[in-house]
């Protein structure tokens, strides 16, 4: 089914719909990925580089999907300023060095970070008005094996902002060197929050809105290690709030995983199954189908990394559809693929 949007799109293949909902001047398309059904994610992005005239941004932590990396190509041949910001350790990694040698070998140029902490971005913009971002790694990997999500946002603000962040890593300021350009954008009465690590405190963020979870909590994530993000939440759930979530199950063996302690104190947090590869999300749904609804979603994980040491991106919505969206997903696969 191929739905021309006006508004918001939600392409799901957990929940197999797509909903169109009129919204002047703006535009979120969220996909998600149901492994190892790729929902065509991968194309999501290749879409936003192939809509660009003028420049495309890319930061990316890894990169080895030749979709994605030919349109690169594609468009640095049609005339499109192609700037491209990769982790320095997949980089120069077997198995991804040659994709990025294919762009510089074909006139882009590539810069990476220079230190232990990641850049963990995974975002692209395209003429400075549409960005696309989420938990999705442009690679073979995260495209076919791992459960991710990704939106698009077609508004030139929130793309402002992420261009800001690329041009600080773009001039060599990674980490605590760049500056801050997070900030509120007001999206057709939708207010976005764009906040990026570790200049930003992240996880201070949200907790706050973990806070603000009167009603229901759902949440998909990989490595989940932070206590006060889940202390934020075994007290909603001590509140009487309906707090559910899936744990990758690898990630919820770890020695510091939040995934026992939040079990103990009697929040339901599951853990993955039936995956080829991982359960790859970080977002959490809070109040949907009730007031006061957002949404949580970017690259960082919930960690003290993400917070105090990688390049991260975090989006906080204020909209209902998006956030029910992404409740919706969440409760598909805590239902079908998961257990205890």
């Not at 065509?40 to 890894?62: C, K, P, W, Y």
């Not at 990169?63 to 300023?81: C, Q, S, Y």
């Not at 791992?146 to 980490?175: L, P, S, T």
Request: aromatic share 8%; with cysteine; net charge positive.
């Amino acid at each position: 089914m191929k739905l021309k949007p006006i508004g918001l799109v939600v392409l799901a293949a957990a929940l197999f719909v797509v909903i169109s909902v009129p919204t002047a001047w703006c535009q979120f398309t969220i996909t998600y990925n149901n492994p190892p059904n790729n929902n065509n994610i991968h194309l999501r992005v290749r879409d936003v580089i192939n809509s660009a005239n003028s420049t495309v941004e890319f930061a990316v932590m890894a990169l080895n999907n030749v979709t994605i990396r030919d349109a690169l190509v594609a468009a640095r041949n049609r005339g499109v300023n192609v700037r491209v910001v990769t982790d320095r350790h997949y980089r120069w990694l077997s198995g991804y060095q040659h994709h990025y040698d294919h762009l510089v070998n074909n006139g882009i140029v590539v810069r990476t970070d220079n230190r232990t902490a990641h850049m963990h971005h995974k975002f692209v913009v395209a003429d400075g008005a549409r960005v696309i971002t989420g938990s999705m790694n442009f690679t073979d990997s995260c495209v076919n094996n791992n459960k991710n999500n990704m939106i698009r946002i077609d508004n030139a603000g929130v793309a402002a902002r992420f261009r800001n962040e690329f041009n600080e890593m773009w001039a060599g300021r990674f980490g605590t060197s760049k500056a801050n350009v997070s900030g509120n954008n007001t999206v057709s009465g939708t207010t976005v929050r764009t906040i990026f690590a570790p200049r930003a405190a992240i996880r201070n963020e949200i907790v706050s809105q973990v806070n603000t979870g009167t009603s229901n909590i759902w949440f998909l994530v990989f490595t989940f290690t932070s206590p006060e993000i889940s202390n934020a939440m075994v007290a909603r759930h001590n509140a009487g709030a309906n707090v559910k979530g899936v744990f990758d199950a690898w990630q919820a063996s770890g020695q510091w995983s939040r995934y026992q302690p939040m079990r103990s104190a009697g929040v339901d947090v599951r853990r993955s199954q039936g995956y080829p590869g991982l359960l790859h999300d970080k977002f959490i749904a809070i109040n949907g189908m009730s007031t006061n609804p957002k949404a949580i979603t970017g690259s960082a994980n919930f960690t003290a990394a993400a917070d105090t040491s990688n390049d991260e991106n975090v989006l906080i919505i204020h909209n209902a559809t998006v956030t029910n969206s992404y409740r919706g997903n969440a409760i598909w696969h805590y239902n079908n693929r998961s257990r205890i």
